[in-house]
């Protein structure tokens, strides 16, 4: 990029989640490209607790001079954020009318926000939508990333679904975002997440032809509902444990810490799931797992039809 072209105010660009979702990775692909433009590029990042679903973001800096790593309050250029609520968390430091937001509809409840363990309690999760956000922004765009990534195959995806919505926001070229994320991404992961950078880019053009698609792909706002409490008993009944067992490796984190009581470790000293019904989905053995060896699963058909009847 010519030098004379380079904005002498920086751009500001804030990445947002919580932990396991690539936060970090995002904001390093964005910060490679601009360094790579010849742009003075400073990034800072938090890690909150070090553990999956806690709060991570990353600030993201770039232009001719750039002198403080942090973005002040108020001049966000573009917000992208990996979770809903993370996406509540800091909408208000956007630019007022004119920063762009983006924002996975995906919502993680975090267990302390489960105020009551037993089945049918109300967890503490934001109620805001995605068209009460929408409306406060001057640009802004709200999808179903995580949905659409697992149709691919695989939901980590999601993050680079929205890199490709990013894309469409800042002045790189298309062959440079996919370039860079080829060398981030595991080898064996470069087809899948270059198949979600495209889906992302695509979604946007749709979008900017379709207005009226900014909030149509709602798949988690009725199951929202669902998951605060009203029907949690039905919610529960979607819930599937996958535990890999060449990842686990016996650490006994996830038994101790199941509020039901309903992990265990086998003859092999693997943890299983010892008693279905008594799991609610709660996602504490998911967070704490050190060795993503359990991923805790809901059907999306059976819930909509569930929240739909």
Known sequence: MDKEIKPKVPVNVLVVGVGGQGVIMVSKVLATICQEHGYQVKQSEVHGMAKRGGGVFSHVRYGEKV???????????????????????????????????????????????????KRGAEAGYARETSE?????????????????????????????ILLGLLSSALEFSEDVWRDTISRFVPPKTIDINLQAFEMGRSWATAVHEDPDLVAADLKLEKLSDVARGAGHDEFSDFVQLDINPDWCKSCDICVKMCPERCLKLDERLKAVLSDPERCTGCRICEWLCPDFAITVHRSAERANAAAQG
């Open 67 to 117: 002198h403080s790593p942090t973005i002040p309050k108020g001049s966000v250029d573009v917000l992208l954020a990996l979770e809903w609520a993370e996406a509540l968390r800091w909408v208000n430091h956007l630019r007022p009318g004119e920063g762009t937001f983006i924002s996975d509809t995906q919502h993680i409840v975090p267990p302390f926000a489960c105020r009551n363990r």
């Open 132 to 160: 009460q956000i929408l409306s406060r922004v001057k640009k802004g765009f709200a999808l179903d990333a995580t949905g659409m990534a697992r149709e691919l195959g695989n939901e980590r995806a999601a993050n680079t």
